[in-house]
């Protein structure tokens, strides 16, 4: 789920214990409208249509995200007051993109499985898969635009030119680059061959660019306060005088910043998911209820209050938190299974102040999380890996550390982590830069780093991936 480089000397300047004596951000506006995403990959989740009347009544919840296009989870919003998303999945896309069949293929689909449940509910937003750039396969990268334009199409075609069509991004879509939000452009390709084209798409269907910020995914003990809204010195970017003291706003701006660089700063931004976990693994630092909490707030006062961003000010982002309750078969780390802002009794986790009665509830303490489970390695670079050049200077390694972990997962390489040692920029660069190397078609550009990487067929390290 996609952060930005982070300048931990300043960062951390004037503030070596975690506190600050800057004042500390406001509370959040109580009964501020957000939107959820909806997932149930639970045993223990109450009926869709309880969730339905549940958030409509109680809550001032007032948009969700489905994962899927489960008739039994659309029909349950049948009138309500809540806008929902429907995700298409990724399977589906070459066939929508079929430049013979696609539109036929995208009629039929709207006739099946929006036309019988609209306008009973309210669905506002189409999405065309999920995180598509992330997939190794050529074909369904290639597909996923001309997927949207056959959905637009036939939507308009069927009579519902008012049901939007997107996709939600993954932060790997940015270019490495120092790590300043003025500086940060879509990665080489794709900002001449597929944004362009898609956000003249966007441009023209009114339709917003949604990406997926996870600060929880890229901060490390030292850059904790700067990934939760906390007091902290904040990171300069002399281009535009602006200094920013939240990791997700200036994930936020770069986006933003790469989409003027294309010409398209009109086009909306909104957020298809970003959350922070109340449990993880045992040990794991920045992650409880408080921290949940904390950065929850600090999103609800960026993208529902009207405070925006720093390039961005005094605007709203259609934003859906991440999650609307805890999943526990979902596989993967203990996190995963945690991010719920409900509990199955309707009572929330904390209190995020989204109660229409105004009722709030006192953290409850997490129980003691699972031990943590050997990490998984990064996709397979057929025989390839990412290395940081013997002799590349420290400060530029590091810089590749603390912009490449706004897109890996960078847990293993923390203290404690299965790739700690050898604890030194050279060893934990490599292991970023490969694990991003091979997450993005271990291409030679993807191994770049501005000239600090090269591409070995010699496995350097237990640690990074390989077959």
């Not at 992330?134 to 290639?142: A, C, E, G, R």
């Not at 602006?242 to 294309?262: G, P, R």
């Not at 603390?402 to 604890?423: L, R």
Request: glycine share 8%; hydrophobic share 35%; net charge neutral.
């Amino acid at each position: 789920m996609l952060p930005l480089l982070i300048l931990l000397t300043l960062l951390l300047a004037g503030d070596p214990g975690g506190t600050s004596a800057a004042t500390p951000p406001p509370p959040p506006q109580p009964n501020l409208p957000i939107g959820v995403n909806y997932g149930a990959n639970a045993d223990n989740l109450p009926a869709p249509t309880a969730v339905a009347a549940f958030l409509a009544s109680k809550t001032t919840i007032n948009r969700v995200k489905l994962f899927d296009y489960n008739p039994t989870f659309i029909s349950a919003f049948a009138n309500t007051s809540i806008s929902v998303a429907i995700t298409l999945p990724n399977s589906l896309l070459p066939s929508l993109a079929d430049k013979s069949t696609g539109l036929t293929t995208a009629v039929s689909w709207v006739r099946a499985n929006l036309a019988p449940y609209v306008p009973a509910t309210n669905v506002t937003l189409l999405l065309a898969g999920n995180e598509i750039l992330l997939s190794p396969d050529p074909n369904l990268i290639l597909a996923l635009l001309p997927a949207m334009r056959r959905l637009a199409q036939a939507l308009k075609s069927e009579g519902f030119p008012s049901i939007r069509v997107s996709t939600p991004h993954y932060l790997g879509i940015l270019a490495p680059s120092d790590g300043i939000p003025s500086n940060a452009t879509f990665r080489a390709g794709y900002n001449t061959k597929l944004f362009p084209s898609m956000l003249q798409f966007h441009r023209d269907t009114k339709s917003p660019f949604m990406v997926n910020p996870y600060p929880y995914f890229s901060y490390n003990p030292q850059t904790l306060n700067y990934a939760l809204f906390r007091p902290n010195a904040g990171i300069y970017d002399p281009a535009t005088k602006l200094n920013y003291t939240s990791m997700f706003e200036a994930q936020m701006d770069a986006i933003y910043t790469a989409m003027v660089k294309l010409g398209y700063g009109d086009v909306e931004v909104a957020v298809g998911e970003a959350g922070w976990p109340t449990q993880a693994e045992a040990g794991q630092v920045g992650v409880g209820v408080k921290e949940a909490q904390d950065f929850n707030e600090g999103m609800l006062r960026v993208c529902s209050s009207g405070k925006g961003t720093p390039l961005m000010p005094n605007r709203t982002f259609e934003t859906y938190l991440f999650s609307l309750f805890d999943e526990n078969q979902k596989p993967g780390p203990v996190a995963e299974r945690h991010f719920g802002l409900f509990n199955p009794d309707f009572a929330p986790v904390y209190d995020l102040g989204l109660l229409t009665d105004g009722k709030s509830v006192a953290p409850n303490p997490s129980p003691n999380p699972s031990p943590k489970p050997s990490p998984k390695p990064s996709p397979s670079g057929g025989g390839t890996w990412c290395v940081a050049k013997n002799g590349a200077n420290s400060s530029d390694l590091q810089n590749n550390i603390n912009w490449g972990c706004g897109y890996v997962d960078c847990k293993p390489i923390q203290t404690g982590g299965a790739c700690f040692d050898p604890n030194n920029v050279q060893a934990h660069a490599s292991y970023v830069m490969n694990a991003y190397y091979q997450a993005n078609g271990h291409t030679d550009s993807a191994c770049d780093f501005k000239g600090t990487g090269t591409v070995t067929s010699s496995d350097p390290s237990k640690c990074l991936a390989h077959n």
